[in-house]
């Protein structure tokens, strides 16, 4: 119990981190047209903001199920190295159920406390560290959702930008400290811009085109600024 004590102390800055944005999160659904209900169930079993943004976006243009989950794949696909890397750290007596239990949890922020933990994590103090985080990306997302049906009508409709806002929060820092990140979100960009305006492409769906843009960005960090053996960033 104290370990579990311990894990739910270490989760309630990222909880509180997490509120705001699962809160516009839960506005943008909304605010978008979406059941009542939706924005909430999708943040208590996906827990990856990108992701859901990602995902919503591709649900508004009609995408097929394809799309959708080749694209969250590749906007997901570094929890796999996470995971992986966090597995040092756990405790070999851990179960696979214990195991996918944990890795649930696993985000951005929880990754980057529990990697820096001293010793051992159990499964005790890792199941408290990803259950406060976890309810508080879903009970502000409950909470954006239920606030919007009290906001003004002009309110409500000036919310659907929200969904540009948070991409550009994420792109922007990153890309003014970096120089291959703003490279690779630009060649992302212009990759983007001519499947739009070119008619030669108009018979792509938008799930289609933003995956190629994806991976053509990625595919150019990869080749213009490969990770040395041994170096992590």
């Known amino acids: 119990m104290d ?21 516009s ?12 209900g939706l924005a909430t169930l999708i943040s208590f079993t996906n827990l990856t903001s990108s992701g859901q943004f990602a995902g919503v976006s591709l649900m508004l243009t009609q995408a ?32 696979t159920l214990q195991r996918l239990i944990v ?21 005790s103090f890792m199941l408290g560290f990803i ?10 997302t409950l909470v954006g ?9 002009s309110i409500q409709n000036a919310m659907g930008i929200a969904l540009y806002g948070m991409f550009l929060a994420i792109i922007v820092p990153a890309s003014a400290k970096s120089k291959p990140i703003l490279e690779v979100v630009l ?26 843009s994806t991976l053509f960005g990625a595919i150019y960090g990869a080749v213009r600024y490969p990770v040395k053996e041994g170096k992590l960033s």
């Open 3 to 23: 370990d579990f004590i311990k894990g739910c102390k270490k989760g309630i800055p990222i909880a509180l981190g997490y509120f705001p944005v699962s809160f």
């Open 25 to 36: 999160f839960g506005v943008l659904v909304v605010s978008s047209g979406l059941p009542l």
């Open 64 to 95: 097929s199920y394809f799309e959708i989950a080749i694209t969250l794949l590749l906007i997901n696909a570094r929890y796999f190295l996470m995971s992986l890397s966090l597995s040092q750290k756990i405790d070999k007596k851990m179960s």
């Open 103 to 123: 890795s649930f949890g696993i985000t951005d922020e929880t990754f980057s406390v529990a990697s820096i933990q001293e010793g051992t994590l159990n499964f």
């Open 131 to 140: 259950l406060v985080p976890i309810m508080g990306w879903t009970c502000g």
């Open 145 to 153: 959702e239920t606030l919007m049906n009290f906001l003004p009508v």
């Open 187 to 212: 060649v992302s960009a212009i990759i983007a811009i001519i499947f739009y305006y070119l008619p030669l492409f108009s018979i792509l769906s938008s799930g289609v085109k933003l995956i190629i």
